[in-house]
DNA sequence: CGTTACCTTGAATCTCCTCAATACACGTGG
DNA sequence: CCACGTGTATTGAGGAGATTCAAGGTAACG
């Protein structure tokens, strides 16, 4: 059962730099201007470290939050009232939670830390005038929810149209990838804070099926995954799996 | 067969005036300034006007244009490398189609009109100064990809969790309600130009099992759906059935 | 050393798929 | 006017794939 912690913000602890920013350092984003890196600053509240469990926020929710992560892992999830979830992303450093929040006034799903996460913290309130301050910080936002949306499409293809060793080894593969873009791979290996429930309720099938799938895809040596130790074997053979249209 | 036609631009055409804009009209958009009035007025390259199975966008495409739907209906597809088709999503009137293209570079799925589709037409590079003329155009933009990521993760949720029939009365309920909303439903009439294989392309189902449940489905009484006519009977139950945490 | 979370496996059942055939409405050309 | 094609809807039989339920197994942790 995950736990009921709920996210809580500690106001004026010591802040990092945002020149040092992890993930600035990243080199995924556009550099800031030192202008908008001065005008970021003050916009943030501060930082937030979360447990594994915390739901960081509640659909349905109105929270004062807009939150960028720094590390760590979380899944953003939609549940029916008959308590069936479905896992709609994941999100990693350099993601966006809270636009919904921000936006269309509340959230339109939960989401929950994986891993211990450390959060960046702005007030919601303040992303209007992110879009007023000319240089593009507005536009960095658009970006993100596009590629998010992007994401989400893919998602929906895997869940609509792929088999079950086709979903598991999309799935993997695209967390795998994402994970190497922000610099979590080390050799040929992730850490996924993952259980084969996360797997389950990601892809659309039962939790037993989804085991019997994955041990006949772990035969295969395309990978090995035990404990959130993942290590990529053969990447390209796993994308064909996958059915992924083109390439890295 | 979808024919092959793509889109072209008449430009010069004679363009009715924004202030008079049909989806301007509808009340569903925060109202212009006229200042910002003038400003789109002056982006805008035309206006175009394609025919039923005109693919409007590519995937994988760099297309010149962003796209606002005036009128018609278009779905948004992506295909796997052996034919399977996933829609990703409908657009109506007040839709914006290209963003991924502006923001992302190019095409993640492809464009197809349902039906005669009236669009407005902006050079897709212009995107960017939307951004740095200040008031709220940028913020719109963001609004609507935010909108449409919420979308996309409840089709997420119908396709991964559902049954069959609650995703094809959580799809037409999805539909209908969508048209409601920028005026396409008298009484409770809607002209749905959608085929059962658009239907079972969009939950995730084979055509005849899809066929099958709709069949089923339709015998509760809940709706009448024949050719492009579909007339809600009683929404309450459908969204009941289709398993909708909230109400309208 | 018992608890808890996660993983594994089997048997019976049901959902959904494939394949194939048929029906119907429409428009076109002979 | 009818014959024909095409797109859409419908239906049935048989089999693959997924679900549920239930039982064990393993490893980590207090």
Avoid at 45 to 65: D, L, M, N, R, W
Avoid at 225 to 241: C, K, Q, T, V
Wanted: hydrophobic residues 40%.
């Amino acid at each position: 059962m995950p736990s009921s912690r709920r996210l809580k913000v500690a106001g004026g602890r010591p802040l990092h730099d945002c020149r040092t920013c992890p993930i600035r350092a990243l080199g995924t984003f556009r550099p800031f201007a030192p202008e908008e890196l001065r005008f970021v600053e003050r916009l943030r509240i501060g930082e937030a470290t979360v447990a594994a469990g915390t739901q960081v926020f509640q659909e349905g929710e109105k929270s004062p939050y807009l939150l960028t992560v720094l590390s760590g892992w979380l899944i953003k999830t939609k549940t029916l009232p008959d308590g069936r979830r479905q896992i709609i992303n994941y999100a990693i450093a350099g993601d966006l939670l809270g636009l919904q929040n921000a936006v269309l006034d509340k959230m339109q799903h939960s989401v929950e830390a994986l891993d211990d996460v450390r959060l960046c913290v702005f007030p919601k309130e303040k992303l209007w005038s992110m879009f007023e301050h000319p240089p593009g910080l507005g536009f960095d936002v658009t970006w993100l929810a596009a590629q998010e949306k992007s994401i989400l499409a893919d998602f929906l293809v895997s869940v609509g149209q792929r088999s079950a060793s086709e979903r598991i080894a999309f799935l993997l593969l695209t967390l795998f990838r994402r994970a190497r873009a922000v610099g979590l791979v080390e050799g040929a290996i992730a850490d996924l804070p993952i259980t084969q429930e996360h797997l389950a309720d990601t892809i659309g099938f039962s939790l037993a099926h989804t085991n019997k799938r994955l041990a006949r895809l772990k035969r295969s040596g395309l990978f090995d995954w035990r404990g959130s130790r993942f290590e990529m074997i053969d990447e390209r053979r796993l994308a064909e799996l996958a059915g992924q249209p083109s390439s890295p």
